[in-house]
């Protein structure tokens, strides 16, 4: 992956499953970041937003995609991006760095379809309970401090990538027993 140029990313710099680095805490970015830090992070929003576009991603065979930690592009930095709609249908974009989840709910949610991955080519059956509600303090692009509150899909997009940065793969969280079965004595539902 070259660095701190503006570049396109394709499938062939995702890293995928069984490669270390996607198993290992990743290390915090300074702050204010680095050119080279503000860059790559544009760069993997740009990504997202191309796996989105139905004619990019057809020339250049992307896989659509929500979220991308730095280690998914071999990078042992503490940062993500984010492209997701809301349940109104509006566009949000996320490029964080050191992100902490603060506060959460009691209640989770999941996806009854299951959650993917880029770093993952195979279908992972199962539920992945996720917290409905999380609060999150970051850096944006600029170093700027920020606390964000989260609900729904952007919940669980964001706790996916944090999880990452972490050396969690969300299908750790799938009950090893019954992939469908959800935890009790917490209140979970689907988000749909």
């Not at 796996?51 to 998914?72: C, F, H, M, T, W």
């Not at 984010?82 to 996806?111: C, F, Q, W």
Request: glycine letters at 6%; proline letters at 6%.
């Amino acid at each position: 992956m070259s660095k701190g140029r503006k570049i396109m990313i394709t499938m062939k710099d995702i890293v995928r499953e069984g490669n270390p680095i996607l198993r290992k805490v990743t290390n915090d970015v300074a702050v204010p970041p680095s050119e080279e830090d503000q860059q790559i992070l544009l760069n993997m929003l740009q990504f997202l937003k191309n796996s989105q576009d139905p004619e990019i991603a057809k020339r250049y065979k992307l896989r659509p995609g929500v979220g991308l930690s730095a280690n998914q592009i071999g990078l042992n930095k503490r940062m993500f991006a984010a492209y997701l709609t809301d349940d109104k249908g509006r566009y949000h974009e996320y490029t964080l760095i050191n992100p902490k989840i603060i506060s959460h709910s009691v209640n989770m949610i999941y996806l009854p379809q299951g959650e993917g991955c880029l770093s993952v080519d195979r279908q992972v059956p199962g539920f992945v309970p996720r917290y409905e509600r999380i609060k999150v303090s970051a850096y944006d692009l600029k170093g700027t401090k920020l606390e964000i509150k989260l609900k729904g899909y952007a919940s669980i997009v964001v706790q996916h990538e944090i999880d990452h940065l972490n050396g969690i793969m969300f299908y750790d969280h799938i009950n090893k027993e019954d992939p469908f079965k959800l935890p009790e004595n917490i209140p979970v539902e689907s988000l749909y």
